[in-house]
Every structure is written in structure tokens, then in C-alpha cells.
């Protein structure tokens, strides 16, 4: 489609939509959004962004923290860290060199379920990036010279992350905490205990059971047509056999939740308490229909910018509070979370806002929220998906993350509209059904006046 | 301040870091090119009845606009006592104007998706203001609002001044932040850029509202104005829009002078006493000013050195031959009256010595030997064709033109660039190396090192070195690398 029959397109429906959304919710079109699969099994994602002569290449395994073996916590995450030490045909860090040679950028991420690696490089040179990246997918070349420093550099990774943050080890304690059997409540980047012992031989056995075409989508945003990303991927990943049998994730279920958790983090070098509470809700790919948007539209009246209610309750009106908030996260596989948090005023205790934090819940699940405020968080939300238009990595990332936890292309590109949908009773009965305490763990945040036992 | 958070960085592991905290300065822009992308190529140059200059460029294929603007004149003007003026003066612009108080304003803005922010830095004053084309007209006039007619209203100078106060007291014991406002102040000695831009936990309490709205007469001005707005706009319909913003603002800012000044005290290192695993490494020394006719080639040395890439000679051999590290860069910044170089890395206490004494070692070879051939061929291939894919949002697009303005670095300075770069000889690299790299490290660190040299074991006290500028990524909805 030539480009400026795009735009038209895109101005007409954009026109279409604003004459039937409700006062002030704005119109999006979408980008052009397609999608194939290989006869290996590999998914093809394309969107199209003409506006500059860019692309950005993803590859997303869908294997991440929550799929490893118990005991060898952080391997999903070494193991993308040794996929850039080189293959038999790209020895080295000749794929990085390539990369740097044309101005890219390249990196790679890990989460519990998924692991991403991207390119983001000048359009004629996507088929270059594809070779590589389906090179990789089965033909990585590991030795211990290799293997053992990146082991370090993880180690200070978990360092820098985590051990080094008071505040980052309570959350790594209130998800294991929060899930009494699923694999999420390990850390992505592993137990440190754990990380210390993976080794070349775990690594590799990692990457033969989980990497191939079968379990990976491949994302491509930018300025590309669908019909040339087919011919180029079919000439690349379309020459790696499958060796991955389907249906890998088999992981433990949570248990009914039976009681209200918490956990109390204290550090001398806490200058700012505060609570946070994570309630165990359902994802974007579990929910019901309507649920999971129902719980975005919830975080949003509840916890987002100053006007939402835990904001203007807590920090405005009682001024107990420096802050407050709630977050949905809902891209998953299995199990989402639904977080709140509070930090007090000086003198202020951390009762008093999470008791705070309580009457704003159930406020809304006991009367529910208004006509106005319904309408204020779905023009919030729709218009971020506008937002994101604007940056073509970000939509890559919206695509890879929900079709990697199986969702499909259809519904991201219908999120709007399923936001648009929602209604006020839905989001008051996710409130009733779903913010209730037994499912929740609740962190406290603290600062001890001892000094902590070394750490080494 | 969103502390408790869940969907944050902890979540996902990367294997290199997206964004170093070091950097988090004046200058993180890329300043290189040959082609561009057809969009930003085609930069406007658009003046309104007014007088009101804007660089524009004009992109309809998604039905958003991004302006952004710098006013002269940052922390460096906050009065003596006072410092965190500018700072909070900033964090107060979009909590209220003309008859509209914070609630009402903040209202408006989440009620039309309109992202308004503000920033002070050191030098100046910036804004950022993202709505869709829909709402133009109102997010532009709310704009007005802000800048010509802040309430600064005692409830919510009261708020923030405590926010900001809970961020300082934070960042008493944030190893980072306390290596990087150990660095500025040593460094800056007696120069407002050896203070905080946030204050410290002595002067933001002496803040008053006056002093505020001194502040913002001072600076929010036309003359030391700089405008770049990015998006589904044309020049005929941002030119009045420009005067109904910004024409009513004074023309001549009152601005205090602020001397040139070169970082001082290289040679020595800085150890803080922390109780935590990992001890933090802040590093650096004088750099190249942007006007000098070397900074080209400052600017390729550096990338060879220090990039943070697999391709830069610190991660090579810093992290990926020893594991040291998980990250090791270094960065060019330049300021309005200054200039310097500074990288940051972070290890394990018992490699705190060895990291130290490598980073210094390899340093220094390179200012002594300069890059090979063939390093400053890859670096120069790179700096060139990386700009254009490193502006991939309209946000960061008019940032970028911002700066270029600020910098006094022309409307087609775009198309000059790639010439600049090739100009850069072998003998020109080598010499730079030497004259950038060659005049020894300030270093300071924070943990417990072992085996660094222990000249200054006093604890931190309040406030971060710099600044971060606000996150300028848009939230996106079911993106959370979460789970």
C-alpha cells in the first residue's frame, strides 16, 4: 500500500471512530498490523511505521524466568546474556560488530515469560538482521572462557539491581511471598545462591530444549511492507528446522489464596518508608472477557496522575501523604498482579496510609466510581495508545509482549475499543471480586537502626 | 517519587543497561549525521508575527504534536542559600495558573491526555508539552498558562518542597547519588555547578514563594527562548500559537552572569563509607568544550573509549574479559560554562581496587597511544549512521533540536555533520586523546572498596549530584515487562 493512500486511510477512520467515540475520547486509527506464520511454526508480526526509513527486528522466545528448572533460578536470563557470545558462522562478537558497522542498536531482555533480543538498523539491512538472529536460534558456540566472566557480570547485574536496593529486595520478597506455587514468584534475575551455580552445560541445555522456531514470534516494526518481510524471513528463519516440542509451559497453579500476607523489609538505609500491596488478579490472557480491562480502567481511577482517588485522598485532601498510586500489569501468561502503594509525610505511620489506602478500595467496591471518572481514565488510556504510535519500538514491544503470553494480534490492535467497552459496574465488581485481601501480600518498607550483617 | 511501583526496571533484567544513570546530564544527545530520515531532514524554520521562533518539523502520519522548549538560566541562578530555586519552580508550572489552581489545572491536562513537564538543569529551564492533534488548542493555552501565569499557591509549594525533600533525603544513602554529588561538588568547587539542581536538605526549606516567582520573571523569557515542536502541525497554524504561548512573556531575561570554570582536584579519590554489596564508581575530568574546534574528534575518542557498547574499549576489557562489571561507560558533557568528561561503573567490594586501577590504566594508554585505524573508522561509520535511528520519536526529535539551538549549532547543521566527522585525521584522534584523557581521574566511590586508596571516608550527606530528567518514554498500556 503506497504511503499516501496510508495516510488518507488512516484520516478517514480515524474520522469513522471520533464520530462514534464519546465526547473527548480520541481517535486512533492504528497502525497497519499483519501477521503469517512459517511452515517451521515461527509467527511473523508486522506494523507498519513509513514515517521514517528504519526498522526495528525483535525476536521474542517464549521462555522466560517462570519456565525454568527449580534450583537453577537466573538461567532464561544467563543464558540471553550468552546468546551474544558467537555462533560457528558469527564467531565472536561479530553479530555486535555488524550491528555497530551500520549505526544499529541492538540489546536484549528477559522476564518471566519471555525472552526478547532486538536490532534496530536501517530498513534495507533488516534481512541481514533476520540471518543473524535465526543463526543464533540454533547455532550458538559456548566455552567456558566464555561462560564464567558473564557469569560475574551477572552477579554484579543482581548486585546493581537488586541486592543494592532496599526497596527492589521487598519486591523480590512480596512475589515470593504472593505465589505459594507458580514459578513467578521467583526473580528474574535468579536467586543469587543460585545464579553462583549455573554453569556452560545448563545454559546450553536451556537453549536446545527452548530456542526454535516453533516457540519464538518475530516481530518486525517500521518501514516494510508484509510481502517483503515474508520473502526475507522465509529465506531465513525459514531454513532453521523446529526442535522444540509445543505446549512447553506446563507450570504449577496457585492454590486458593486463604489468607493476607505481609512482609516487613527493614534497612538502615531506608530514608523513606512506605507500604505497597500486590493483590494476585487475572492477566490480560486469563481474564474473563472484559476483566482484565476492567482492572486497567480500576489502576487508573485509583492510582493514576493527581487527580486519581488515592492521590487526592491520601496526598491532597488528608495530607498524610508524599505519594500514592496503583498499577495493573497485565501482560502474562498466567497470573497478573494489581499493585497500590503509599508513601507517608514524616511522622506519618505506615497504618495510617494503608489504612487510608483501604477506605479508598473499598469506596469503590461498596458505591463504585463515577460517569465522569469512567470517562477520564478510558480517554487516558485510549490516548496512550496514540501516544505509542509514536515510537515504533514500543509499539514492536506491545505486540511481541502480548502475543509471547498468548494473546493474538487482534486483540492489541482492538485494545481501545475493548477499553471503550468497559463499564462502571464492571469496574466496580473487579474492585468487590478481585482487591480482596486474602489474595494479597502487603510490603513494609522500613528503615532499622542496626546495621545489617555483611553481605559477603 | 512512584517508589513502591511494581512494574519497574527490577522486573526485567537486560543485559546491558538502556539508559546509564551517569548520564543523566545536560547533554545526552547523539550529535552526529549523514542521512537522515526524511522527516527530520526537513527542519522549519518558523517565525511568528510576534518574533517567536520555533524549529519545526512537520509529521501528520500519527495525530500527535511535541513541543519543546529551553529558557536560559537553571540552578546556576539559584540565589546563594537557596539552592533548588529553579527546581522547584519547575515542578510547580503545571500545578496551577491564571484561575485555575492545581486541581483544576491537573484536571484539564488529564482530562484531554495532555503531558505536560518541566525541568531545571544547571543552565536552563526546559519544558516538554505532548497532546493529540485533537486537543490542540487547549493543551497549547494551558501551556500559556503555565509559563505566564503560575499560581505557586502555599498548599502545593508545600507538597513539593516536601517531595522533593523525601527524594533528598533518599538520595542520603543512594550509593549512586552520593558518588555523583561527591564528584560535582569536588569537581565545582565554589561554582554553582558544584551544587545540587535539586538543593540539599539546607536550602529548600528556605525557599519562599517569592523567591519562586522571582525566579520564573528572571528567566521565563523571549530572548533565551529556544522552541522545537515535532508533529501533525503546519507552519500556519503554529505561528499564531506561538505568540498566544510565548508572546507574552518579557523579551530580556534577567539573568546573574555565571563564570566559566574548569573541574578541578584530578588526581584524587573520594571514598564514601556505605553499607552496601556493590560499591559504586563515579570517574572523570575536563573535557572539550562544544564550540572547540577538537569536539568532533573528542566526540569519536570517546565513543571508542567509553560508549558502553561491545565495541568500546572499557566494556571489552572491563567487563567482558574479567567480568568486573556489569556496566562501564563514559560520557562527554557539556554544559554553558563548562565542560568535562564522566563514567560511571559499579563491582563488587573486594574488585573495587582492581576495577579502579584498570579503568585508570587503560585510560591512560589511550591517551598516550589514541585509537588504532581502524577503531576510528568503526567509530566514525557508527557516529554517522546511528543518528537517524536514534531520533525514533518525535519527543526525542524535538529535544535534540532544542539542544542544536542552545548550542548555537545551525538549522543545517545536519547536513554539514557527516563532513565534520570525516574530517577527523588520525593524527587529529591521537592528539585529542591525549589533551581529553591525559590530565589524570577524579574518582570517587561508594561501599566498602577494599584496596582503593581511602582519602575521604566521610558519610554522605544530602542531595544528588544531578538530577534526573524526567522519564521521556510515554506509558504505554499492557507493556509491562512484569509478567
Given at each position: 500500500?503506497?504511503?499516501?493512500?496510508?495516510?488518507?486511510?488512516?484520516?478517514?477512520?480515524?474520522?469513522?471512530v471520533?464520530?462514534?467515540?464519546?465526547a473527548?475520547?480520541?481517535?486512533?486509527a492504528?497502525?497497519?498490523?499483519?501477521s503469517?506464520?512459517?511452515?517451521?511454526?515461527?509467527e511473523?508480526?508486522?506494523?507498519?511505521d513509513?514515517?521514517?526509513?528504519?526498522?526495528?527486528?525483535?525476536?521474542?522466545?517464549?521462555?522466560?524466568?517462570?519456565?525454568?528448572?527449580?534450583?537453577?533460578?537466573?538461567?532464561?536470563h544467563?543464558?540471553?546474556?550468552?546468546?551474544?557470545?558467537g555462533?560457528?558462522?558469527?564467531?565472536?562478537?561479530?553479530?555486535?560488530?555488524?550491528?555497530?558497522?551500520i549505526?544499529?542498536?541492538?540489546?536484549?531482555?528477559?522476564?518471566?515469560?519471555?525472552t526478547?533480543?532486538?536490532?534496530?538498523?536501517?530498513?534495507?539491512?533488516?534481512?541481514?538482521?533476520?540471518?543473524?538472529?535465526?543463526?543464533?536460534?540454533?547455532?550458538?558456540?559456548?566455552s567456558?572462557?566464555?561462560?564464567?566472566?558473564?557469569?560475574?557480570?551477572?552477579?554484579?547485574?543482581?548486585?546493581?539491581?537488586?541486592?543494592?536496593?532496599?526497596?527492589?529486595r521487598?519486591?523480590?520478597?512480596?512475589?515470593?511471598?504472593?505465589?505459594?506455587n507458580?514459578?513467578?514468584?521467583?526473580?528474574v534475575?535468579?536467586?543469587?545462591?543460585?545464579?553462583?551455580?549455573?554453569?556452560?552445560?545448563?545454559?546450553?541445555?536451556?537453549?536446545?530444549?527452548?530456542?526454535?522456531?516453533?516457540?519464538?514470534?518475530?516481530?518486525?516494526?517500521?518501514?516494510?511492507?508484509?510481502?517483503?518481510v515474508k520473502?526475507?524471513?522465509?529465506?531465513?528463519?525459514?531454513?532453521?528446522?523446529?526442535?522444540a516440542?509445543?505446549?512447553?509451559?506446563?507450570?504449577?497453579?496457585?492454590?486458593?489464596?486463604?489468607?493476607?500476607?505481609?512482609?516487613?523489609?527493614?534497612?538502615?538505609?531506608?530514608?523513606?518508608p512506605?507500604?505497597?500491596?500486590?493483590?494476585?488478579?487475572?492477566?490480560?490472557?486469563?481474564?474473563?472477557?472484559?476483566?482484565?480491562?476492567?482492572?486497567?480502567?480500576?489502576?487508573?481511577?485509583?492510582?493514576?496522575?493527581?487527580?486519581?482517588?488515592?492521590?487526592?485522598?491520601?496526598?491532597?485532601?488528608?495530607?498524610?501523604?508524599?505519594?500514592?498510586?496503583?498499577?495493573?500489569?497485565?501482560?502474562?501468561?498466567?497470573?497478573?498482579?494489581f499493585g497500590?502503594?503509599?508513601?507517608?509525610?514524616?511522622?506519618?505511620?505506615?497504618?495510617q496510609?494503608?489504612?487510608?489506602?483501604?477506605?479508598?478500595?473499598?469506596?469503590?467496591?461498596?458505591?463504585?466510581?463515577?460517569?465522569?471518572?469512567?470517562?477520564?481514565?478510558?480517554?487516558?488510556?485510549?490516548?496512550?495508545?496514540?501516544?505509542?504510535?509514536?515510537?515504533?519500538?514500543?509499539?514492536a514491544?506491545?505486540?511481541?509482549a502480548?502475543?509471547?503470553?498468548?494473546?493474538?494480534?487482534?486483540?492489541?490492535?482492538?485494545w481501545?475499543?475493548?477499553?471503550?467497552?468497559?463499564?462502571?459496574?464492571?469496574?466496580?465488581?473487579a474492585?468487590?471480586?478481585?482487591?480482596?485481601?486474602r489474595?494479597?501480600?502487603?510490603?513494609?518498607?522500613?528503615?532499622?537502626l542496626?546495621?545489617?550483617?555483611?553481605?559477603? | 517519587?512512584?517508589?513502591?511501583?511494581?512494574?519497574?526496571?527490577?522486573?526485567?533484567?537486560?543485559?546491558?543497561?538502556?539508559?546509564?544513570?551517569v548520564?543523566?546530564?545536560?547533554?545526552?544527545?547523539?550529535?552526529?549525521?549523514?542521512?537522515?530520515?526524511?522527516?527530520?531532514?526537513?527542519?522549519?524554520?518558523?517565525?511568528?508575527?510576534?518574533?517567536?521562533?520555533?524549529?519545526?518539523?512537520?509529521?501528520?502520519?500519527?495525530?500527535l504534536?511535541?513541543?519543546?522548549?529551553?529558557?536560559?538560566?537553571?540552578?546556576?541562578?539559584?540565589?546563594?542559600?537557596k539552592?533548588?530555586?529553579?527546581?522547584?519552580?519547575?515542578?510547580?508550572?503545571?500545578?496551577?495558573a491564571?484561575?485555575?489552581?492545581?486541581?483544576?489545572?491537573?484536571d484539564?491536562?488529564?482530562?484531554?491526555?495532555?503531558?505536560?513537564?518541566?525541568?531545571?538543569?544547571?543552565?536552563?529551564?526546559?519544558?516538554?508539552?505532548?497532546?493529540?492533534?485533537?486537543?490542540?488548542?487547549?493543551?497549547?493555552?494551558?501551556?500559556?498558562?503555565?509559563?505566564?501565569?503560575?499560581?505557586?499557591?502555599?498548599a502545593?509549594?508545600?507538597?513539593?518542597r516536601?517531595?522533593?525533600?523525601?527524594?533528598?533525603?533518599?538520595?542520603?544513602?543512594?550509593?549512586?547519588?552520593?558518588?555523583?554529588?561527591?564528584?560535582?561538588?569536588?569537581?565545582?568547587a565554589?561554582?554553582?555547578?558544584?551544587?545540587?539542581?535539586?538543593g540539599?536538605?539546607?536550602?529548600?526549606?528556605?525557599?519562599?514563594?517569592?523567591?519562586?516567582?522571582?525566579?520564573?520573571?528572571?528567566?521565563?523569557?523571549?530572548?533565551?527562548?529556544?522552541?522545537?515542536?515535532?508533529?501533525?502541525?503546519?507552519?500556519?497554524?503554529?505561528?499564531?500559537?506561538?505568540?498566544?504561548?510565548?508572546?507574552g512573556?518579557?523579551?530580556?531575561?534577567?539573568?546573574?552572569?555565571?563564570?566559566?570554570?574548569?573541574?578541578?582536584?584530578?588526581?584524587?579519590?573520594?571514598?564514601?563509607?556505605?553499607?552496601?554489596?556493590q560499591?559504586?564508581?563515579?570517574?572523570?575530568?575536563?573535557?572539550?568544550?562544544?564550540k572547540?574546534?577538537?569536539f568532533?574528534?573528542?566526540?569519536?575518542?570517546?565513543?571508542?573509549l567509553?560508549?558502553?557498547?561491545?565495541?568500546?574499549?572499557?566494556?571489552?576489557?572491563?567487563?567482558?574479559k574479567?567480568?568486573?562489571?556489569?556496566?562501564?561507560?563514559?560520557?562527554?558533557?557539556?554544559?554553558?560554562?563548562?565542560?568535562?568528561?564522566?563514567?560511571?561503573?559499579?563491582?563488587?567490594?573486594?574488585?573495587?581496587?582492581?576495577?579502579?586501577?584498570l579503568?585508570?590504566?587503560?585510560?591512560?594508554?589511550?591517551?598516550?597511544?589514541?585509537?588504532?585505524?581502524?577503531?576510528?573508522?568503526?567509530a566514525k561509520?557508527?557516529?554517522?549512521?546511528?543518528?537517524?535511528?536514534?531520533?525514533?520519536?518525535?519527543?526525542?526529535?524535538?529535544?535534540?533540536?532544542?539542544?542544536?539551538?542552545?548550542?548555537?549549532?545551525?538549522?543545517?547543521?545536519?547536513?554539514?555533520?557527516?563532513?565534520m566527522?570525516?574530517?577527523?585525521?588520525?593524527?587529529?584522534?591521537?592528539?585529542v586523546?591525549?589533551?581529553?584523557f591525559?590530565?589524570?581521574?577524579?574518582?570517587?566511590?561508594?561501599?566498602?572498596?577494599?584496596g582503593?586508596?581511602?582519602?575521604?571516608?566521610?558519610?554522605?550527606?544530602a542531595?544528588?549530584?544531578?538530577?534526573?530528567?524526567?522519564?521521556?518514554?510515554?506509558p504505554?498500556?499492557?507493556?509491562?515487562?512484569?509478567?
Open positions: 500500500m503506497s504511503k499516501i493512500l496510508m495516510l488518507l486511510l488512516a484520516f478517514l477512520l480515524a474520522d469513522a471520533a464520530a462514534g467515540a464519546a473527548g475520547t480520541p481517535a486512533a492504528g497502525p497497519a498490523v499483519s503469517f506464520t512459517l511452515s517451521n511454526g515461527l511473523v508480526v508486522v506494523v507498519q513509513h514515517r521514517a526509513p528504519v526498522v526495528t527486528h525483535m525476536v521474542w522466545y517464549k521462555v522466560g524466568a517462570a519456565d525454568e528448572t527449580p534450583g537453577k533460578s537466573g538461567l532464561a544467563f543464558l540471553e546474556h550468552l546468546m551474544f557470545k555462533t560457528t558462522k558469527n564467531p565472536g562478537s561479530a553479530f555486535e560488530a555488524d550491528v555497530a558497522e549505526g544499529g542498536q541492538e540489546n536484549a531482555f528477559t522476564a518471566s515469560d519471555y526478547g533480543f532486538y536490532e534496530r538498523v536501517p530498513r534495507e539491512h533488516l534481512k541481514e538482521m533476520m540471518a543473524l538472529e535465526a543463526d543464533r536460534m540454533t547455532g550458538l558456540v559456548l567456558d572462557d566464555v561462560v564464567k566472566p558473564e557469569l560475574q557480570v551477572v552477579l554484579e547485574e543482581q548486585y546493581m539491581r537488586i541486592a543494592n536496593n532496599p526497596a527492589a521487598l519486591s523480590e520478597q512480596m512475589d515470593a511471598a504472593l505465589y505459594l507458580h514459578p513467578y514468584g521467583r526473580p534475575i535468579g536467586w543469587r545462591h543460585e545464579i553462583e551455580t549455573l554453569d556452560r552445560d545448563d545454559a546450553l541445555a536451556f537453549y536446545r530444549r527452548f530456542y526454535s522456531p516453533n516457540n519464538a514470534i518475530v516481530v518486525v516494526a517500521g518501514d516494510v511492507t508484509p510481502d517483503e520473502t526475507d524471513a522465509e529465506a531465513t528463519y525459514g531454513k532453521v528446522a523446529d526442535r516440542p509445543t505446549n512447553l509451559r506446563q507450570r504449577p497453579m496457585e492454590p486458593q489464596p486463604e489468607g493476607p500476607r505481609t512482609v516487613t523489609l527493614a534497612d538502615p538505609r531506608v530514608e523513606e512506605s507500604v505497597s500491596r500486590e493483590y494476585l488478579v487475572p492477566s490480560e490472557t486469563t481474564a474473563k472477557s472484559g476483566e482484565s480491562e476492567a482492572l486497567e480502567v480500576l489502576a487508573n481511577v485509583l492510582g493514576s496522575g493527581e487527580n486519581c482517588r488515592l492521590y487526592r485522598k491520601l496526598v491532597v485532601e488528608q495530607g498524610i501523604a508524599l505519594n500514592a498510586g496503583a498499577t495493573y500489569s497485565g501482560t502474562a501468561v498466567d497470573y497478573a498482579e497500590v502503594y503509599g508513601m507517608p509525610k514524616p511522622g506519618v505511620s505506615l497504618s496510609i494503608e489504612t487510608g489506602i483501604d477506605a479508598v478500595i473499598d469506596a469503590v467496591a461498596d458505591h463504585g466510581i463515577t460517569a465522569d471518572e469512567l470517562d477520564r481514565a478510558k480517554t487516558r488510556l485510549v490516548a496512550d495508545a496514540v501516544y505509542a504510535e509514536d515510537n515504533q519500538a514500543t509499539l514491544r506491545w505486540y511481541g502480548a502475543l509471547a503470553t498468548g494473546q493474538t494480534v487482534d486483540q492489541v490492535r482492538n481501545p475499543e475493548r477499553i471503550r467497552a468497559v463499564t462502571p459496574d464492571a469496574v466496580q465488581q474492585a468487590r471480586i478481585w482487591l480482596d485481601r489474595r494479597s501480600v502487603t510490603g513494609y518498607l522500613v528503615q532499622s542496626q546495621a545489617k550483617e555483611s553481605h559477603s | 517519587m512512584n517508589a513502591t511501583a511494581r512494574n519497574s526496571a527490577s522486573a526485567t533484567a537486560w543485559r546491558r543497561v538502556a539508559a546509564h544513570g548520564a543523566a546530564a545536560a547533554v545526552a544527545v547523539t550529535l552526529a549525521a549523514t542521512a537522515l530520515p526524511a522527516r527530520a531532514t526537513t527542519i522549519q524554520r518558523v517565525t511568528s508575527a510576534g518574533g517567536i521562533e520555533a524549529w519545526l518539523v512537520q509529521e501528520p502520519a500519527v495525530p504534536i511535541a513541543v519543546d522548549f529551553a529558557f536560559e538560566g537553571g540552578s546556576a541562578q539559584d540565589p546563594e542559600g539552592g533548588g530555586t529553579a527546581n522547584l519552580a519547575a515542578s510547580l508550572l503545571d500545578e496551577g491564571g484561575d485555575l489552581d492545581s486541581k483544576a489545572f491537573t484539564r491536562l488529564e482530562r484531554n491526555a495532555i503531558e505536560m513537564s518541566f525541568y531545571a538543569g544547571h543552565d536552563s529551564l526546559n519544558g516538554a508539552m505532548r497532546t493529540l492533534t485533537q486537543n490542540r488548542d487547549e493543551a497549547f493555552d494551558l501551556l500559556r498558562l503555565a509559563l505566564t501565569a503560575p499560581r505557586f499557591d502555599s502545593d509549594v508545600e507538597l513539593n516536601a517531595q522533593i525533600m523525601a527524594m533528598l533525603r533518599k538520595a542520603t544513602t543512594s550509593p549512586s547519588d552520593i558518588a555523583s554529588r561527591r564528584w560535582w561538588e569536588t569537581a565545582f565554589g561554582h554553582p555547578y558544584g551544587r545540587p539542581v535539586s540539599s536538605l539546607e536550602t529548600v526549606p528556605q525557599i519562599t514563594a517569592e523567591d519562586l516567582k522571582t525566579y520564573t520573571h528572571r528567566v521565563l523569557a523571549r530572548q533565551n527562548l529556544r522552541i522545537a515542536v515535532v508533529g501533525d502541525i503546519d507552519p500556519a497554524t503554529l505561528k499564531p500559537l506561538l505568540d498566544r504561548v510565548f508572546g512573556l518579557p523579551v530580556k531575561p534577567e539573568l546573574t552572569p555565571v563564570a566559566d570554570v574548569v573541574p578541578q582536584a584530578l588526581g584524587r579519590e573520594i571514598d564514601v563509607r556505605l553499607d552496601v554489596p560499591t559504586v564508581i563515579d570517574f572523570g575530568g575536563p573535557g572539550i568544550a562544544r572547540d574546534p577538537d568532533m574528534a573528542a566526540y569519536l575518542v570517546n565513543h571508542i567509553g560508549s558502553g557498547s561491545s565495541d568500546s574499549r572499557l566494556y571489552r576489557d572491563v567487563r567482558e574479567r567480568g568486573l562489571v556489569y556496566s562501564v561507560s563514559n560520557n562527554l558533557l557539556w554544559l554553558d560554562h563548562a565542560a568535562i568528561f564522566i563514567g560511571g561503573t559499579a563491582t563488587r567490594a573486594n574488585r573495587a581496587g582492581e576495577t579502579v586501577a579503568i585508570e590504566k587503560k585510560i591512560r594508554q589511550f591517551a598516550d597511544d589514541g585509537p588504532t585505524a581502524a577503531e576510528l573508522a568503526e561509520n557508527y557516529i554517522k549512521s546511528s543518528f537517524a535511528l536514534s531520533l525514533d520519536t518525535s519527543g526525542k526529535i524535538a529535544s535534540l533540536l532544542v539542544q542544536l539551538q542552545r548550542d548555537r549549532l545551525g538549522i543545517d547543521y545536519f547536513q554539514k555533520r557527516a563532513a566527522i570525516d574530517a577527523v585525521t588520525l593524527a587529529d584522534a591521537r592528539r586523546s591525549k589533551r581529553l591525559g590530565n589524570g581521574l577524579m574518582v570517587t566511590s561508594v561501599g566498602e572498596p577494599e582503593v586508596a581511602s582519602a575521604d571516608a566521610s558519610a554522605g550527606q542531595s544528588p549530584g544531578r538530577p534526573a530528567r524526567p522519564p521521556a518514554a510515554l504505554i498500556p499492557g507493556n509491562s515487562e512484569l509478567r
